[in-house]
Structures are given as C-alpha cells and as structure tokens.
C-alpha cells in the first residue's frame, strides 16, 4: 500500500496537517522521522514509504541548533547563523536522501529555494519576470548605490526575517532614510519581531543592515505594490505539479504583507476582479512556469507575486519550498494538502529518484566515498572546471575523499554533491597537482579538511590545514619544513605530519 514518512517536527501543525490529510486520503498514517534525529545521524530505510516529504523544519529551538551546528539554542526570535542553518538543512536533507527513496522535495532546488540570490538568478535566467537586484556587503554599498527604494533581503532568510524596506530621500526630502523591518536591535542582538518598525534614524537602520550583512545581502529594486480597499497587496501562490492550486491575498499597511506581522488575508474575488482577467492570467502563468522551468522535481512551491499599482506588471518575489501553510483554505473542497496529494496519487506529479544511491555511513564510520575528475575541464560539479564534493559532519550521507589527478580547484562545502564517479575507497584525500581544497573551511594556500575528512594527503606543492575531526594530516613535497602542525594550523609546503587531538 502506498505510504509516505514525513521527516518535520513531531506535533507541528504542518505535519498534523498533512497526516489529516493523507488519513481521508485513505492513506495509512505517515511515518514521522524527526529532523533532530537526522541531525543526529539517525538512518531511516523510509519505513517501506513509496515517498519521503520533507517538511519545514521550523518552530522548534533545538532543530533550530542542530542546523547550525551551535552550542546552545538561540534566544526565542534571535536572528542568528542564517546561512550555517542554511548548509545545516541542505546537509541534513542530504542524509535523507541517501535513504533511497523518492523525495517530493528535490534536494537541489531546496537548496536554491533557500538562496535568494541563486533563486533570483534561477528564475531570471529562465526568463521569469523579478525585480532587479544586486548583491551587497552592507548599508554604505547599498546607499552608494543610489536606488531610491529597495528591498534588503538576508540570503538564506524566510519569513521575512530581517527583511528591511528601505527608502532613500532625495533633494526635497533633505536624503531622508526610512526603513521598514520587523527586525530590531536589542542588547547588540538582532531579533525578529511580529510587528513591522518603522526606523528613520540612518544609524540605527545602518546597524541593523550591517548585523544582517554577516552573510552577505541580496538587495532588490522596490517595486510599488497594488492596492485594494486601501491596503497595499501581494499574492501567495501555491503551485502544485505544474500547476496553480490556492492563491491567497496578503494584505498590509506598510510593505511587508506577511501574514503572521498582522496582517489580514484579503478579498480575492474582488482583487482578481481589479486586476483583470488578461493580467490575471499572465500572473498565473508566470507562476507556473516559474515552477515548472526552476523547480520540476518538487511537488509544490509557494510563489509569492507582487502586482505593480497599474496592475498591468507583476514579478516573482520569491520561491518558498515550504509555502503550502495555508490552513482553512479550499479550493474544489480541497485544503493545500490534500490538493498535493491528489497531484501525487492520480499519477500528475512523478518524484525523481534519489541522487545519491550509496549507503550514508553511521556517524563514526568516517569516509566512504570518493569522487574523481581526471582532468580539470571535467563536468563534474556545478561548474566545468571545478570539482565539488561533500565532505559533512559525522553522520551525514555519501563524504567524498578526493582524487585530482591534474591541477584543478576543488570546493567541498556541507551543503553540495558532485555528480561524478562514486565508489568505495578509504577514507582519505589525496592531490597528485597543484590544488586547493575547501572542505567547509577556509582555503589557507592549500588543502583544508573541515569535518568529515579524516585523514588529507598533499603529494605535489601545497600546505594542508587540518580542521575540526581531523585526525591525520600528511604533507609532502617542495620546501619541507620539517616541522609538526597542530590541528587547524598550516603546513606550508613541506613536509609534515600531526595528529589531531579532538
């Protein structure tokens, strides 16, 4: 019988949600799977699911943690290691797919989805209609810029957490800053609030774009919104399979429209009405097809789009991969759930098949894969002359020792998977050229083992740095030096050895 394990947080209303769904569905109860327990390198064999759903991992402080690796949990709204909990997600998703069984959620385009700067690159490359954007390291970059009304986005954000609205004054109003966020700054931490501030002092809004820029900022030109019955409007479009399924209008008195900051669902017959039926239409296949060319292997994306005050333009705002929270809503007498699950049954929806096919290993068994480029132009990773591997922390799914047998530069960051040769080998990396590595650390002139990688060889000109859960570090070539390294330390270009101390 057909069977689907939902990996969330046990209670949530989410996976309660889906579970009353998927019971009048005349489906048996979905098997839930914690994400702390996959945090933790718990392997789950899908529990005989013919799909694996993968649901928002939010509202729960130690899920929260586990993501981004911290010591302790974060203070309730604190906006704190964004894009830590970011690779967190996208690694933990990872070992679910490692699983073998077919996600509803693909597992690169959740990874995009929580990128705002690569999702926006996505859909304009695939001609979907957003707003201009640029890319920013702070407020001084973007007021010299010199839009006059923008919006500041954290990258890896949701929820319009750490949104700033952001509008400059021209010569007639003396360059007057105002700003809109729900962030606020208290005791030098950066929290999201349920309300929407409105700052005008340049240096309180400067620090808080400056506390969000840790990650760096993606920065969109200001498009001014409809409005309705006097309230400003965007829409949440839910797509499923290819699809439009329920739309929902959020409405709002300052630019952020978000639900949850007070806001109030608007009159969707009437909005429709206003639009028109051509923009109307346009609209929602702008939706559709920004589903369908960026995201085919999920099942469901929510599109939020923003109408400009002609109601002849629209844009994409953004793509949420867990955008289908909108309880009480139903179309054709069917909630978002169990829209999704009708998409899926009756054959409209087919989920792609895992990725990644090799066992994950247990969380002390080290390294178990490894990837191969022979040459340096070989299409193995997301960019043809580069190799990207995923070395994660213990217990995480297929790690990648590397074998470079030309000179090439290698990424390995938490988060990706090169597409490349797969096999079983020892656990360790070996360089036979000149190469720099990055394995979830910071490349020092040579090979950087983050966690994950236990042992690093350096057979040609290079160092190696050795990182947390590094156990042996192996340096041989020109210039030895003759000398140890400690763990986290550089050998540079020489021979040595040391033995990490965890």
Known sequence: MTAITVVGVPGNRRVRLFRDAAVAAGLPEPTVVSWRDVCAGARVDGGGSSWIRLESPGEDAETDRLLRGAGSEAAHGEIVGLAAWHRGLVAAARRVEAWGVPLLTAVDELDVMFDKRRCHALLRSRGVAVPEAFAAAGYQEIRERGWRRVFVK??????????????????????????YTSAALDGGKLYNQLRVHRYTDERTIAAIVDRLAVDGLHVERWLPKASHDGLVFDLRVLVVAGRVSHVVVRTGRSP?????????????PGVRAAVGEE?????????????????????????DLMFGRDHGTHAVAEVNAFGDLLPGLLVAGR??????????????????PPSVTAAPPSPSAGVQAQVVA??????????PSRLVALPQPAGGTVRAPIRISESAAVTALPGTFARGTVAARPPHVVLAGPSDVVAGQRALGGVVAGPGVPRVTVAGPGGAVAGSGVSRV??????????????????RGGVAESWAVR
């Open 154 to 179: 954290p990258p890896h954000g949701s929820s319009a957490s750490g949104v700033v609205a952001l509008g400059f004054g021209g010569a007639r109003e003396r360059g007057r800053v105002v700003a």
């Open 256 to 268: 952020m429209t978000n639900l949850h900051l007070g806001n109030a669902r608007g009159d969707l």
């Open 279 to 303: 923009h109307w239409a346009a609209a929602m296949r702008t939706c559709e097809a920004a589903a369908a060319a960026c995201f085919p292997g999920s099942l469901h994306v929510g599109v």
């Open 335 to 352: 909630d978002t759930y169990s829209a999704e699950l009708d998409a899926l049954l009756s054959g409209r929806f087919t989920a792609p």
């Open 374 to 383: 022979d040459l340096p132009s070989q299409p193995v990773g997301r960019e």
């Open 474 to 491: 192996a340096v041989s070539g020109q210039g030895a030096s003759g000398g140890g390294s400690a763990a986290g330390a550089a050998a």
